[in-house]
């Protein structure tokens, strides 16, 4: 249940990407964004549970907080402002997906609805440097009624989860702790491949985790993500790869290159999505 969400492209188009080595598409791009951001809220699960933290509210809310956090402090400007911009487009188009599906909202559910979740998390990222993130309250989107309130939301947070990263810096100051692995047991497209390599080494680059923390790869039978708190194993599915590129299709996030057509054939996929797509 606490779990992550990836992504990631029709594969033929990921693979052309990486066969030109010129900047990624728009897709890719799209994937690669949520695909972190789903790592960090997992990370965020396995932080939680190393140091047992307490949380006086949603633990999944506090997961996704715990990502946003990263995507201000871990990121240049740029590509900040375009992660949680994509973060935020891809619980629209679960939103979306619900709608089309028919479904209510689930609100006995541990998360948030989606659309509450992507304006929770351009709220913390907007309000982290509001004098030079306005654009957010445009694109994606934020109302007035809750940006001003974002500043302090952020500093809230901010104060909340800081003595623990700097905690987590410490560790891997003084070699204490463990970089999580990556043990990815099925294929995917090289470009996914290297960006969940950056990804953890990135993680390890710049903390260290209390404990042991396995983050897996593998084909689940769900597009889903998982951290297993018994075995402090973070399981990324395949699957969720390709429901980040489904998510992508259905906001009209296309690449501007001949992987057009298959988007366009992907199109009957939409409904193949799991019903906890937002299980990040
Ligand atoms: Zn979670």
Redesign the pocket.
């Known amino acids: 249940m606490?779990?992550?969400l990836l992504f990631a492209g029709p594969a033929g188009c990921l693979a052309a990407g990486l066969a030109a080595p010129a900047a990624a598409g728009e897709v890719d791009r799209f994937v690669e964004s949520n695909l972190l951001a789903a790592l960090y809220?997992?990370i965020g699960?396995a932080v939680i549970d190393g140091y047992t933290l307490p949380i006086y509210a949603s633990e999944?809310d506090a997961?996704d907080t715990f990502s946003a956090l990263l995507i201000h402090a871990w990121h240049d400007e740029a590509e900040a402002m375009a992660m949680v911009r994509d973060t935020a487009l891809a619980f629209r188009g679960e939103d979306a997906l619900r709608v089309e599906d028919g479904q209510e909202l689930a609100f006995w559910s541990i998360y948030a609805p989606d659309l509450q979740r992507a304006y929770d998390a351009v709220c913390l990222v907007y309000g982290a440097a509001p004098e030079r993130r306005a654009a957010l309250l445009s694109d994606p989107g934020l109302p007035d009624e809750r940006a001003q309130f974002c500043a302090d939301e952020f500093d809230l947070a901010w104060s909340s989860w800081e003595p623990v990263l700097d905690d987590l810096a410490t560790l891997r100051e003084v070699g204490e702790g463990s970089v999580p692995s990556l043990d990815i047991q099925v294929a995917l497209a090289p470009r996914i491949e290297r960006a969940l390599v950056s990804a953890v080494t990135r993680i390890g680059g710049a903390v260290h985790l209390p404990m042991p923390v396995r983050i897996e790869v593998a084909l689940c039978g769900e597009a889903n993500a998982f951290?297993d708190y018994d075995h402090d194993t973070i399981l990324m599915c395949r699957e969720y790869i390709d429901h980040f590129a489904v998510l992508a299709e259905v906001m009209g996030i296309r690449d501007h290159t001949d992987c057009g057509s298959d988007h366009v054939g992907r199109k009957s996929d939409r409904l193949r999505r799991k019903d906890c797509s937002d299980?990040?």
């Open positions: 606490r779990s992550t809220h997992e699960h999944e997961a951290y299980d990040r």
